[in-house]
């Protein structure tokens, strides 16, 4: 990522202040997410880990009203309903309902939470520092303290990368380079330019192609519940998020204007 803002001269040293944002988002955004996610993973299916992870937009719209003071409207509040019935739907897709809640979805779900909140930090820090820049920061930070926690977690990891299958490596660097450096720089610039009301909608395609992915390469089973989550998940983005309320003014302000 570096190499790549290198060449867009976006390279500098952060202030002090900056860097205090920084490491604050490393250890959410990067360490906490992808620590929390990795873990409940491994004891949870993709169909429902992919659906929690679509309430990021509406976590994210509940954090700026607990700490960035924004107002929570009715639109807002329906919102944040259908989502929690929509995450209420996916966990009960499994055989058991909720007393068979499985601990992976709550770490899919804390994994979330924590880039939620350190999406506040991002907006802080972003006010002066390219969004870019600020991700590859966050990123080498937070993958540092990743690296270790690997090291306490899994002892024999590095050992078994060495007799990793070329498909494994393969895999390994395309989720690196691709889906982790290109793909939050892509989002972070993309936010600038669209806006954060049309990036949240866009964001509820990470939630369809979970579902569809899970069924096409991993065989999973996707119930009805599943699929009436997914839709109550949507909603609740798009009118949580402010995403609605944002069109229909800017709509509202465009016809003012002709």
Same mark, same amino acid.
């Given at each position: ?109 804390? %994994? /979330? ?5 350190? +999406?506040?930090? *991002?907006?802080? =820090? !972003?006010?002066? #520092? ?69 990036? %949240? /909608? ?5 939630? +369809?192609?979970? *579902?569809?992915? =899970? !069924?096409?390469? #991993? ?40």
């Amino acid at each position: 990522m570096f190499i790549i803002l290198f060449f867009l001269k976006k390279v500098r040293l952060p202030s002090r202040q900056e860097w205090k944002y920084i490491l604050g988002g490393a250890i959410l955004n990067v360490t906490g997410h992808h620590l929390f996610l990795g873990i409940g993973l491994k004891v949870t299916s993709a169909v429902n880990g992919g659906l929690i992870l679509g309430m990021g937009p509406l976590l994210t719209a509940l954090m700026a009203i607990l700490f960035l003071g924004k107002r929570l409207t009715f639109v807002r509040t329906i919102g944040f309903i259908f989502g929690g019935i929509g995450v209420s739907l996916t966990v009960m897709a499994g055989s058991a309902g909720f007393s068979g809640m499985s601990i992976g979805d709550f770490y899919v779900f804390l %994994s /979330i939470l924590s880039q939620a909140i350190s +999406f506040i930090i *991002i907006s802080k =820090a !972003a006010k002066t #520092l390219d969004p870019r820049l600020l991700t590859g920061y966050m990123l080498i930070f937070g993958s540092i303290l990743m690296f270790f926690i690997g090291l306490w977690k899994e002892p024999s990891g590095l050992t078994s990368l060495g007799s990793a299958s070329i498909g494994v490596w393969s895999v390994f660097f395309a989720s690196a380079i691709f889906a982790t450096a290109v793909g939050h720089m892509l989002y972070n610039y993309a936010i600038g330019k669209a806006g954060p009301a049309e990036a %949240s /909608i866009f964001l509820n395609l990470n939630t +369809f192609l979970s *579902i569809m992915f =899970a !069924a096409i390469f #991993l065989g999973e089973h996707i119930t009805s519940s599943h699929l009436l989550g997914l839709i109550f998940i949507v909603s609740g983005v798009i009118f949580g998020s402010g995403a609605l309320e944002e069109l229909i003014l800017r709509n509202k302000m465009k016809r003012n204007a002709v």
